[in-house]
């Protein structure tokens, strides 16, 4: 059975901390997703990762960083949390194809940020 | 340049009676297209896609969706809803490797 893994369902933070939010995927999968949900706005692409060691900004890096540094792995860093950045992190991977693949998606982490 | 449209943020059925989510799409390309299922609390669910085969999708649990290109639209059916269909449904469109575009979501109701 397919499976993505993230490091923490729930997690709190203070403003300032730095956090890191694991994804582990066991599917071989080239391309792994990071995403931001919140009410009314849908899921929202932070950045995503097509191979070891590359990486791409989504639509709202800002305040973000991330590393890949084994194909199954990969983190989401927030370098100092902010009260804006509590949400629904939820983290995807799917094969490289030109189009069309189903993305897998872990549980998610609900980070909230004091 | 993509974007998606679920037209209804909030659905609700009786128990037995039929679903429908409704979702309208922009694609600059010949689109795939998917719809997720995320219970509370949880990660998002393939409910099924739509890749440019039969324009008639079926997907888990009873549901399926119908690809019209001429409206532009992947609308998402069951015949009839159970309480265990309570949830938030997600219509995507992806024209490209890494692009995937998420609607809004729709949460879906069942009264008993």
């Known amino acids: ?114 | 340049a993509q974007s998606v449209t679920q037209l209804d943020s909030h659905v609700s059925v009786s128990e037995g009676t039929p679903v429908l989510l409704r979702c309208n799409y922009s694609s600059s390309y010949s689109p795939s297209l998917f719809w997720y299922v995320q219970h509370p609390n949880k990660g998002l669910q393939l409910l099924l896609k739509y890749t440019s085969a039969a324009t008639l999708v079926k997907g888990i649990n009873g549901f399926e969706a119908e690809f019209k290109k001429s409206e532009t639209s992947f609308h998402l059916t069951k015949p009839s809803a159970h309480m265990s269909d309570a949830a938030e449904y997600f219509c995507v469109v992806s024209d490209a490797a890494y692009k995937y575009i998420f609607g809004t979501g729709t949460r879906l109701k069942v009264l008993a």
Not at chain 1, 57 to 73: L, N
Not at chain 1, 81 to 92: E, I, V
Request: charged share 25%; glycine share 8%; hydrophobic share 30%.
């Open chain 1, 1 to 114: 059975d397919v499976k993505v893994t993230q490091s923490s369902r729930y997690l709190v933070k203070r403003t300032g901390e730095k956090v890191f939010l694991e994804c582990v995927q066991d599917m071989d999968h080239e391309n792994m997703f990071w995403y931001r949900q919140d009410p009314g706005l849908g899921l929202r692409l932070i950045y995503f990762s097509y191979d070891v060691k590359m990486k791409e900004k989504g639509d709202i890096p800002e305040g973000y960083s991330v590393s890949r540094e084994k194909k199954e792995r990969f983190s989401l860093i927030l370098e100092s949390a902010s009260t804006n950045q509590t949400s629904m992190y939820l983290c995807a991977s799917s094969l490289w194809t030109s189009g069309g693949a189903e993305q897998f998606f872990g549980p998610g982490t609900r980070l909230t940020v004091l």
